[in-house]
């Protein structure tokens, strides 16, 4: 009988050379890993990421942010954080409960590529790039083409996604996540809306983000809508501005959390409350 | 398994409450799983492997995580702390006393999370803020408590030292006793189903069917079982001696393995029994089963079809039972109402949710006669029925039966129905070895019983004044594949269908139908909370129709002592709605004059809603005899010993029967010892259900207590109000100089080592009811009224509770903190009903597609207990453990009719549904 291995490597080098030696399953904060496997043994060699140090955590450069793949939501949601990725902050005050949000990481939310991960409309909305890294070289491609379907990136087994990359805004960026459930915590997103607004000096819009999750495989920006945000003054008349129609795109289901019906109906709902809340900011 | 790799063993080394341990563990299996079965510290508890409990809440490095998403590998070289590490710390000591004194902990299956999670909050904010201590215990699901007591419990332990209540010798009674059994739930200790087994146990899981309705052939399974090592046997229907059970005689309807045929989606077909890693690795699909799928019979609708053919032979209309309760002319007296309120209310299936999965090992033991007796542990609120049933299907006698039920964590009627026990006891006692076995949540789910959906078209009508003069309840219960309690349901609800309302004309008529859905069982209020959110839906229709207020309208028409029920009852005694109304009443009305007053321009997609609903609630089985007997002993070490075949499932009967009984006895609760549901060292208690363990047992063991006292005052021939006092081994008996004393430890014990005995029973006195439903089904009942607030999002559907107020008749609080916990528990379970709660076979068998309330969701509660004594009660008391949640639901639905207009009829009323009709209404 073979065995399957356990590797817990401390540096990335070491992570990737395994990677590309044998089939291993990485394995982050564990919070979408185990609940697939209930009532079953692990049939998986696993890479342990958690000794992974430097892919934790939150630094700035020239190029923009850089967000570490196993920085966990806890450490996100007490990072100081500029207006601009509101967004982010509060998927992380709103992933799970503290446990999970003490162990759960974003490169996870990212890589498991569920449709309800509330982390992948947040960080469409911020025009997120992600870095895959293996022995074969790095390379970084646009958050929107790395989540392919349901549970399905464009990570080849060899590669670790080893960091998010956020570009800089300008100085008058504003960005918001709006969530829905039927009750306060816990709740697996029946649908979730992120907005961003990048204003220009006269306090007009220059460009607009707009993402929905859970209302298609994979989270998806509206660019109809943002296209005819953009230009436009920052009142009260912005929330009137999308309309059922650009909402079109999405291909929302029935299922034991909502209705199609209902979350094409609340999905509107939602992207005019957080484009009216970044107009009250 | 030849074919198939295993995890590497390896060594790992960490700081475990303060010291450090090394394991040798696979390095993937999870650290839950380390911690209780390779370390033996069981305080973690596992609820749902899947992070969606917190149960298993442990801290790591200073951070809160649950110990079922961590790899045993991932904690090497750091440090742990676990429910056993807490008390040694002062501070979070008194975490714990805090939990005892606020009764923070009933069941317990969510306490040692709750701890941890709590520790962790306290450690991040010493002096929180509600809402952070809400935050950091968001991750820990409670069924039982409603939250709001584990969140009054860590403010106050972050304010300082905390006191414990205590009762006065001779006034027990009243006194708000902390739990006896709290301390164990509260550092770890408690032994639940999943905490013992023999070392050398084999394990059983069970295979079960994927489809709702099948047929089944199996293949070679003495060929399949040679080629998995680590597999002993395969169980099927031919190793059931006696294959069938139920919880009536009549109706022993369900296999414990399926025979050839499956009736619902989650029924065991075979059991596999082996090594735990052997029977956990069997993929389902690899076991040579060869299904013939069938066309399912689904909801009450297709089952009155009977599409298809007929669930059971037996009953060719696929109707187990009806129930009838009929009183006056009520047609007649409809065609004569000055109004009219008709409408057809539909609810979900919904599921028990007990933090506690089943769980349990069966062991036989040899005999030197020969007549090997078989030792069942498992969790069950139903200790003798159990003995009965399992002796049953193996075909031998009772007595060869020991159940020894372990600390439960939770049941609500769930653990009233054999679930992994008749499995268990099966295989050991064919294979003589002892065998343990654990649900998975969504095995559990799966498999055990729901709360019967209704389809319920009900007609109540009323004359000018606001005056009940009849009502029309037709009611449909989904019983599922198999009878289990639906005969109960069935006859229960025509009882309660007119409400607490004195009504001269009613006919109730229900079924209780099979079809191929998850099997209807008992579940706090046995259906009457179904039949009360119709008739208290109208009833508010009835109060705009008449321009009354709704809870003036309820004051006119409920029912007091000396007017009958539906079933021609005349209520005597201890009625005590009015008083229930009364309390609410200057609070219910500033809260609509407040809500009434806001206005809608201004509240954005806002809207407020005030609503209230009524209940009465028989206490008891329903005719049938209910007996329960209680002894009590005193030892010649000065102990008194109660023994209480009563299970605890964290109702708290464990502490209230011994203030009764230490009352009746004259001495203080603290000399008392237990010995709890041992069917060998206990009688027959009954079963906790009904709530009738408060007003049942609770005679049974004032009685033992007073019987007890007379012995002893025998004794040294002293009067009857003598004061008892015990002194080590020296009981004094009267005052002063008149003080006689007697030596306990120099007189004769008994076989348990008691020198005295007293022993008590009581059976509730009912009669049997008619053709017509009449006659006294029960000795005494419950009422109660709650009203809430609700916040609805118009834009959205979605209800935000933010204020219940209730108040309930329990004749007597024995122990106000168990009742008020009793009642904001059952306020949080009526909450996820009104709003979130349905189960769907195969899509929601899990706890993050079905959603109960977390702490968030259970808004602030206000209690009044009302006290109306019921004269055949223990020192006046009745039960409250169902009443507490019958009104919550339509409480809220009637404040959002209040708020937005929309008359709910559907439950649970999920965002979807309510904006659904909300654009409906706007249409219109
Ligand atoms: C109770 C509960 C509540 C939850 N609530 C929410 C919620 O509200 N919103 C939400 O979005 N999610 C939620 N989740 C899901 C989950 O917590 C998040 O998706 C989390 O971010 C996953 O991160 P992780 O580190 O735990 O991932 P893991 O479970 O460790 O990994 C997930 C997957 O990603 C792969 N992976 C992880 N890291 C890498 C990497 N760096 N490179 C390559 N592959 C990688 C793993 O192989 C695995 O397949 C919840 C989960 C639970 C149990
Ligand atoms: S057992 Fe870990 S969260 Fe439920
Ligand atoms: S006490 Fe919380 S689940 Fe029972």
Redesign the pocket.
């Known amino acids: 009988m073979s065995s399957l291995p356990y590797v817990q490597p401390a540096i990335l080098a070491d992570a990737l050379s395994a990677l590309s030696q044998q089939r291993l399953?990485?394995?982050?904060?564990?919070?979408?890993?185990?609940?697939?496997r209930v009532g079953q043994p692990v049939a998986d060699g696993i890479l342990d990421?958690s000794r992974l140090t430097d892919?934790c955590g939150l630094s700035t450069s020239v190029s923009g942010w850089r967000l570490g793949?196993?920085t966990?939501?806890s450490a996100l949601r007490r990072a100081p954080l500029p207006a601009a990725l509101c967004a982010l902050q509060r998927?992380a005050a709103?992933?799970?409960?503290v446990?999970?949000q003490n162990?759960?990481?974003?490169?996870?939310?990212?890589?498991?590529a569920?449709p309800?991960?509330?982390?992948?409309p947040a960080l469409l909305a911020l025009d997120a790039q992600v870095e895959l890294q293996s022995v074969r070289g790095t390379r970084t491609m646009p958050l929107g083409q790395f989540i392919l379907g349901n549970r399905r990136t464009a990570?080849a087994p060899d590669?670790?996604?080893?960091a998010v990359l956020l570009p800089h805004s300008g100085a008058h960026t504003r960005s918001t996540f709006h969530?829905l459930g039927a009750r306060r915590y816990?709740?697996?997103?029946v649908l979730m809306v992120a907005a961003r607004l990048d204003l220009d000096d006269s306090g007009r819009v220059a460009a607009a983000a707009v993402a929905v999750g859970a209302c298609s495989e994979v989270a998806q920006r509206l660019p109809l809508l943002e296209q005819r945000l953009a230009g436009r003054r920052l009142d009260a008349a912005l929330r009137e501005v999308p309309h059922a129609h650009d909402l079109a795109a999405l291909t929302p289901r029935s299922d034991v959390r909502a209705s199609a019906a209902y979350r094409r109906d609340a999905a509107l709902t939602l992207v005019r409350r957080a484009l009216g809340a970044l107009c009250d900011e | 398994m030849n074919d198939r790799s295993r995890p590497a063993v390896q060594p790992i080394g960490f700081e475990l409450n303060g010291r450090g341990v090394q394991v040798a563990v696979t390095a993937s299996a999870r650290l839950s799983d380390v911690l209780r079965d390779t370390l033996g510290l069981t305080g973690t508890k596992v609820g749902c492997s899947?992070?969606?409990c917190g149960a298993c809440t442990v801290v790591l490095d200073g951070q809160q995580v649950?110990a079922c998403?961590v790899a045993a590998g991932q904690v090497h070289g750091r440090r742990l702390t676990t429910v056993e590490g807490l008390a040694a710390d002062g501070t979070l000591a008194r975490l714990q006393q805090a939990f005892l004194a606020h009764g923070a902990a009933q069941c317990g299956a969510c306490t040692p999370g709750m701890l941890m999670a709590a520790a962790d909050t306290l450690a991040r904010h010493p002096d929180p803020s509600a809402e952070q201590v809400a935050d950091g215990l968001a991750?820990v699901l409670c069924r039982c408590t409603g939250y709001r007591a584990i969140v009054a419990a860590v403010l106050a332990a972050a304010g300082g030292p905390v006191s414990l209540p205590q009762a006065a010798p001779g006034r027990a009674v009243g006194a708000r006793v902390p739990r006896l059994d709290g301390a164990a739930r509260l550092d770890g200790r408690e032994c639940y189903a999943a905490d013992e087994a023999p070392a050398d146990a084999l394990w059983l899981r069970a295979v079960r069917s994927p489809h709702a309705r099948a047929r089944f052939r199996l293949g070679d399974l003495a060929a399949w079982i040679a080629s998995h090592p680590g597999i002993v046997d395969v169980l099927t229907a031919a190793d059931v001696p006696c294959n069938s059970f139920g919880i009536f005689d009549a109706v022993k309807d369900q296999p414990v393995l399926g025979d050839a045929r499956v009736r619902f989606h989650g029924e065991a077909v075979v059991a596999l029994v082996g090594t735990q890693e052997a029977v956990s690795a069997v993929h389902d699909e690899e076991l040579p089963i060869e299904w013939s799928v069938e066309e399912p019979v689904l909801g009450i609708e297709q089952g009155l079809a009977v599409t298809g053919a007929p669930l059971h032979d037996f009953a060719p209309d696929n109707v187990l039972v009806r129930g009838r309760v009929i009183r006056g002319e009520v047609d007649e007296a409809l065609r004569r109402a000055a109004f009219v309120a008709e409408g057809e209310f539909v609810t979900s299936h919904v599921e028990h949710a007990y933090i506690e999965p089943e769980a349990g090992y069966a062991m036989r033991m040899p005999m030197p006669d020969g007549g090997d007796r078989l030792r069942v542990f498992a969790c069950t609120q139903t200790p003798y029925m159990d003995r009965d049933e399992i002796a049953r299907i193996l075909a031998i006698e009772p007595d060869r039966v020991q159940v020894v039920p372990s600390a439960i964590g939770g049941g609500f009627g769930g653990k009233l129905d054999l679930s992994i026990q008749p499995l268990l006891a099966v295989a050991s006692w064919k294979l003589k070895r002892p065998v343990r076995g654990v649900y998975t949540r969504p095995e559990s789910m799966l498999c055990t019983t729901k709360r019967h959906p209704a389809r319920m078209r009900v007609r109540f009508g009323c004359d000018r004044n606001g005056d009940l003069v009849a009502v029309d309840f037709l009611g449909d219960f989904d019983t599922g594949a198999y009878a289990s309690w639906g005969s109960t349901v069935a006859n229960r609800v025509p009882i309660h269908a007119s409400g607490p309302y004195a009504v001269p004309n009613v006919r109730a008529l229900t079924r209780a139908v099979y079809t191929n859905g998850p099997v209807g069982g008992a579940f706090r209020g046995f259906g009457v909370p179904q039949s009360t959110f119709a008739h208290e839906t109208l009833v508010d229709e009835l109060a705009r129709a008449c321009g009354m207020d709704p809870l003036a309208f309820r004051l006119r028409n409920a029912i007091r002592a000396g007017q009958a029920t539906a079933t021609g009852q005349v209520l005597t005694a201890s009625a005590g709605l009015v008083a229930c109304l009364l309390r609410l009443q200057p609070a219910w009305e500033a809260a609509r004059r407040r809500v009434e007053a806001l206005d809608p321009a201004s509240a954005g997609a806002l809207r407020r809603g005030v609503g209230i609903a009524c209940m009465a609630y028989g206490i008891g089985n329903t005719v049938i005899a209910n007996p329960s007997t209680m002894r009590v002993g005193l030892r010649r070490n000065g102990r008194v010993v109660l023994y209480n075949g009563a299970v605890d499932l964290g109702q708290g009967s464990s502490t209230v029967l011994v203030q009764i009984c230490a009352d009746a006895l004259g001495l203080p609760v603290h000399l008392f010892d237990q010995v709890t549901g041992d069917t060998d060292r206990t009688a027959d208690a009954g079963k906790s259900s009904a709530s009738r363990q408060t007003f049942v047992s609770g005679n049974a063991a004032r009685i033992a207590g007073s019987v007890l006292r007379e012995r002893l005052l025998a004794l040294v021939c002293a009067p009857a109000d003598a004061r008892l006092r015990l002194v080590d081994t020296q009981l004094q008996v009267g005052e002063g100089s008149g003080t006689r004393s007697l030596d306990l430890s120099a007189l004769d014990a008994d076989r348990n080592g008691d020198v005295a005995v007293g022993e008590g029973s009581f059976d509730p006195p009912t009669t049997p009811l008619d053709g017509d439903g009449q006659g006294m089904p029960y000795a005494t009942y419950g009422f109660g009224a709650q009203f809430a607030e609700v916040e609805v999002d118009i834009e959205l559907g979605t209800v935000r509770v933010l204020h219940v107020e209730a108040a309930h008749d329990v004749g007597r609080a024995i122990n106000p903190t168990q009742v008020e916990g009793q009642i904001v528990g059952g306020i949080a379970q009526g909450i996820g009903m009104a709003l979130m709660e349905e189960y769907v076979a195969g899509r929601s068998d899990n706890l993050?597609d079905y959603l109960i309330p977390t702490v968030g969701d259970v808004p602030p509660v206000v209690v009044h207990v009302i006290e109306d004594p019921e004269p055949l009660g223990p020192f006046g008391a009745k039960g409250v453990g169902e009443p507490a949640m019958i009104p919550t639901a339509p409480a809220i639905t009637n404040a959002i009719r209040h708020a937005t207009g929309v008359r709910v009829t559907r439950l649970p009323v999920t965002p979807d549904r309510l904006r659904a009709q909300l654009l409906g209404k706007a249409k219109a």
């Open positions: 399953v990485p394995l982050a904060g564990g919070t979408d890993f185990y609940p697939a990421l892919l793949a196993l966990t939501w998927v709103e992933v799970g409960g446990q999970i162990a759960g990481t974003v490169g996870g939310n990212l890589c498991n569920s309800a991960a509330d982390g992948v990570r590669e670790l996604l080893t969530k816990l709740v697996i997103s | 899947a992070g969606d649950c998403t991750g993050h």
